[in-house]
């Protein structure tokens, strides 16, 4: 199955500004997950990125407060915008792996103050 | 839409025990996957088990084994010879048959090993 590099693990960042996650994959895949994990909750997904399109959102995430890129089929990002102390999570990517599961990045931890 | 429920926030078992964590969804669909992973404190999404609607055998990955009633929408984990290592969030998760849906989670279990 496909090797997820996610960077960076953790960050602390201040309420207003914005933080970059980046997901690099060992193989070409078609389509990128992103998932938020808030404190003590389950992963919701905020979007899915296709390469050379525009990504998808889930109802209550924007494009405005998390633009996705998607450059090619190895590499994608996830901006977290003008951050406030409630976006304070897990952020996580994940590919799939054919039918038999998905691949998650090792996630970055977020804590904005 | 798909719902996956996890009516267990917390479970805690014995060390070479068996604990059972327990897994309900709603689907309209006939055909999907469903699956079991781990998260320990490491933060990272560790896959346990994988179930095919369609496969009426139960799966199973060494001392971890499901109990699939399709009809009842259920699909628990079964941990035998329970591990230190194996204390972690558990979460079920739902995926539609087509290529390239996203899985959708259930709300997690805790599962703490006692020595």
């Known amino acids: 199955s496909a090797v997820i590099s996610q960077k960076p693990s953790r960050d602390i960042c201040q309420r207003g500004t914005s933080l970059t996650i980046q997901c690099q994959v060992d193989s070409q895949v078609t389509m990128m997950f992103w998932y938020r994990q808030q404190p003590g909750q389950s992963l919701t997904l905020i979007a899915t990125?296709?390469?050379?399109?525009?990504?998808?959102?889930e109802s209550g995430f924007v494009i405005d407060k998390f633009p996705i890129s998607r450059p090619n089929l190895t590499f994608s990002t996830l901006t977290v915008s003008n951050m406030s102390p409630e976006d304070s999570s897990i952020y996580l990517c994940?590919?799939?792996?054919?039918?038999?599961?998905?691949?998650f990045g090792s996630g970055t931890r977020l804590t904005v103050v | 839409a798909q719902t996956v429920t996890q009516s267990q926030p917390e479970m805690s078992v014995q060390e070479a025990e068996t604990v059972t964590l327990s897994c309900t969804y709603d689907?309209?669909?006939?055909?999907?996957?469903l699956f079991w992973y781990k998260q320990p404190p490491s933060r990272q999404m560790i896959l346990v088990i994988r179930?095919?609607?369609?496969?009426?055998q139960n799966a199973t990955e060494n001392r971890f084994s499901v109990n699939f009633q399709k009809a009842a929408k259920s699909f628990s984990l079964k941990i035998s010879d329970s591990q230190l290592g194996d204390a972690a969030m558990y979460f079920c998760?739902?995926?539609?048959?087509?290529?390239?849906?996203?899985?959708?989670f259930g709300g997690g279990t805790r599962l703490m090993v006692k020595p």
């Open positions: 179930q095919e609607a369609y496969k009426q």
């Open positions: 994940s590919v799939g792996a054919g039918f038999y599961g998905y691949t």
């Open positions: 689907t309209s669909e006939s055909d999907y996957y």
């Open positions: 990125a296709n390469q050379g399109s525009e990504a998808t959102y």
């Open positions: 998760a739902y995926k539609k048959w087509d290529p390239g849906n996203m899985l959708t």
